[in-house]
């Protein structure tokens, strides 16, 4: 379904830097209360306790287990604001993926990694993918979820013009693409009751 990964798939409204859209401080939840709540749940069953991991695409809300300790928490995103309200983060890094894809971390150096509704600002899926699998230990859970609410201007097109099970697919086939992980598997973990935000799960291990 896609193995022509057209350019255009990967255009936006708004082109200009993401300095500029970013540069604004959000510091609010992106999905409702039940969502984040159904995410917490799914990533105290998948990401390894007492373990260094990698929050992609960070702001404000990690969203982990608030019980559990990790050795390390690193944040990667846009707004230094964001990334300092976050009190689950024992790291924090500013770095632009649209302009640099590559991750400034070592091989090797977490046992796993969230992208948590962001995926879909991704230009460079692909390279942003095969960073993760470079930078996370072997049988490493790699977590990307998302819901259906985004900054417009910002997501790719071919966001846009997918439903939910296409937008598994996408994410599936960049996990896929990159070489670096084992078979991905795809989950609703949207919460039970009416009227709350959808949220969807693609989780792959990289390799032994
Ligand atoms: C909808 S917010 C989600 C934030 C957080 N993951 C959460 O669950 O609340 C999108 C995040 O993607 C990050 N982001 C968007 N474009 C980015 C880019 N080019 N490079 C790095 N991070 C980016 C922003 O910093 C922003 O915090």
């Given at each position: 379904?896609?193995?022509?990964?057209?350019?255009?798939?990967?255009?936006?409204?708004?082109?200009?830097?993401?300095?500029?859209?970013?540069?604004?401080?959000?510091?609010?939840?992106?999905?409702?209360?039940?969502?984040?709540v159904?995410?917490?749940?799914?990533?105290?069953?998948?990401?390894?306790?007492?373990?260094?991991?990698?929050?992609?695409?960070s702001?404000?809300?990690?969203?982990?287990?608030?019980?559990?300790?990790?050795?390390?928490?690193?944040?990667?995103?846009?707004?230094?604001?964001?990334?300092?309200?976050?009190?689950?983060?024992?790291?924090?890094?500013?770095?632009?993926?649209?302009?640099?894809?590559?991750?400034?971390f070592?091989?090797?150096?977490?046992?796993?990694?969230?992208?948590?509704?962001?995926?879909?600002?991704?230009?460079?899926?692909?390279?942003?993918?095969?960073?993760?699998?470079?930078?996370?230990?072997?049988?490493?859970?790699c977590?990307?979820?998302?819901?259906?609410?985004?900054?417009?201007?910002?997501?790719?097109?071919?966001?846009?013009?997918?439903?939910?099970?296409?937008?598994?697919?996408?994410?599936?086939?960049?996990?896929?693409?990159?070489?670096k992980f084992?078979?991905?598997?795809?989950?609703?973990?949207?919460?039970?009751?009416?009227?709350?935000?959808?949220?969807?799960?693609?989780?792959?291990?990289?390799?032994?």
């Amino acid at each position: 379904m896609f193995n022509q990964m057209k350019a255009e798939y990967f255009h936006r409204i708004d082109e200009t830097d993401d300095a500029i859209f970013y540069g604004q401080p959000r510091l609010v939840k992106h999905i409702d209360d039940s969502a984040c709540v159904a995410l917490t749940n799914y990533f105290r069953m998948v990401l390894p306790a007492d373990s260094d991991l990698l929050d992609l695409m960070s702001s404000c809300f990690s969203h982990l287990p608030e019980e559990l300790s990790y050795k390390s928490v690193t944040g990667l995103g846009m707004n230094k604001v964001e990334l300092d309200g976050n009190p689950q983060l024992t790291s924090r890094v500013v770095h632009n993926l649209t302009n640099d894809p590559t991750l400034p971390f070592d091989d090797h150096t977490f046992d796993g990694c969230v992208v948590t509704v962001s995926v879909q600002y991704l230009v460079n899926p692909v390279v942003v993918f095969q960073e993760i699998g470079r930078v996370l230990r072997p049988r490493s859970p790699c977590i990307i979820s998302f819901s259906n609410r985004c900054f417009p201007t910002k997501a790719v097109a071919v966001w846009h013009n997918l439903d939910d099970q296409d937008r598994a697919k996408l994410v599936g086939h960049y996990f896929v693409v990159s070489k670096k992980f084992g078979p991905y598997e795809v989950l609703n973990i949207s919460p039970k009751h009416d009227k709350t935000d959808p949220l969807f799960v693609v989780c792959a291990k990289t390799a032994p």
